[in-house]
């Protein structure tokens, strides 16, 4: 992009809906049994009715249609040419040499709320910490983004509720804004939800390993969700996505895996169909104790470093030379500038 240089998400929209695949391999299902899990009458799980992952979509279309009615584009003049679709007047897009994502201009954004490291240090504008996971570039940003949390999202909240899932969300969100507030020091704005949803792709991982006894194909799901890592984070290599947004929701929403979504092992669910001999005394194993424990206090200390940094106006780069290329790696076909 031209002036919304930041923009989360782009390379998310695949991987994200292989992992909604992933997600639904662990749902307990009596007629069609996971090849992942241990089945047995007595392990079927309450089905939560999904609310909250629809909520948060239709949320994130209000904010864009909101975004695209206060940008009005046909009543500015534009250095870049005419609008786009203006046909929906005030609603058309900004020209596409300016935003080729189909949306506002990146003043509207950031009026709205986007990520802008000197208004939150130097303005006192924390609020954009949560803000701008609510925000999109366009409407191929937009889409993206929402296709991949209903596809992870909804698979989620039916296991897990909507209370857990919810949380997750929103912290991983505020976790991604953070490390990238940390790193970009840029005049560049930076808006999207997937530092959100890069969240649930995490703690799809550290369920995965905490609840690591009820699986049975394990290696296969384990490959499977490291693969969807892998890929995505890797896009976001390319310029014009912020990958320190993907990294701290996925660590984020990692480390709230283990803290959250822990599910009894497997003798505590047949305890009724065992023999008292074979039968167990506690809910959960100790290692997922051991888990929940760490997971939680990384995750205090990482919040409250993460923030003691921002509103310090600590430059992480300056901590961490070789930081920049995790973000973006120049090619002879691409720069990483502004």
């Known amino acids: 992009m031209s002036n919304i240089d930041m923009e989360r998400g782009s390379g998310l929209r695949n991987g994200k809906g292989r992992g909604g695949g992933v997600g639904g391999q662990k749902e307990v299902v009596a007629a069609e049994p996971s090849p992942f899990y241990y089945h047995s009458d007595s392990m079927a799980e309450r089905e939560w009715t999904p609310w909250i992952v629809p909520l948060f979509v239709a949320a994130n279309v209000a904010f864009f249609v909101v975004a695209m009615y206060l940008n009005n584009c046909p009543a ?3 250095f ?6 203006r046909f929906l007047h005030r609603f058309s897009f900004q020209p596409l040499h300016e935003n080729p994502l189909f949306g506002p201009s990146s003043s509207t954004l950031e009026k709205l709320g986007a ?3 000197d208004r939150i240090v130097h303005q006192h504008q924390g609020w954009r910490l949560i803000t701008c996971i609510w925000l999109h570039a366009g409407v191929i940003h937009l889409l993206a983004n929402m296709l991949s949390l209903v596809f992870i999202g909804i698979r989620l909240e039916q296991q897990f509720g909507f209370v ?7 912290l991983s969100g505020f976790g991604g804004s953070i490390l990238s507030t940390v790193f970009i020091r840029t005049n560049n704005i930076s808006v999207g939800a997937s530092g959100a949803l ?16 009820i699986y ?7 490959f499977t969700l ?6 995505n984070l890797a896009i976001g290599i390319l310029p014009h996505v912020d990958n320190f947004a993907h990294i701290g929701g996925f660590l984020s929403g990692f480390l709230l895996g ?3 979504l822990l599910r009894p092992q497997f003798g505590w669910i047949e305890r009724h169909n065992l023999p008292a001999a074979s039968q167990v005394k506690s809910k959960h194993k100790v290692y997922q104790y051991v888990l929940c424990v760490i997971a939680l206090l990384l995750l205090i200390a990482g919040f409250t470093v993460g923030l003691v940094m921002l509103f310090g106006g600590v430059n992480a780069n300056d901590h961490c030379k070789w930081c920049h290329y995790i973000n973006c790696v120049p090619t002879s076909r691409w720069s990483c500038g502004n």
């Open 76 to 78: 500015h003049s534009n």
């Open 80 to 85: 870049y040419g005419s609008c786009v679709a």
């Open 115 to 117: 990520l802008v490291w």
């Open 164 to 170: 857990r899932i919810g949380i997750i969300y929103l």
């Open 198 to 213: 890069f969240g649930l792709l995490g703690t799809m991982l550290s369920e995965l390993i905490t609840n690591w006894s």
């Open 216 to 222: 049975t194909n394990k290696a296969a799901a384990l």
């Open 226 to 231: 490291l693969a969807i890592t892998v890929i």
């Open 258 to 260: 283990f803290v959250m």
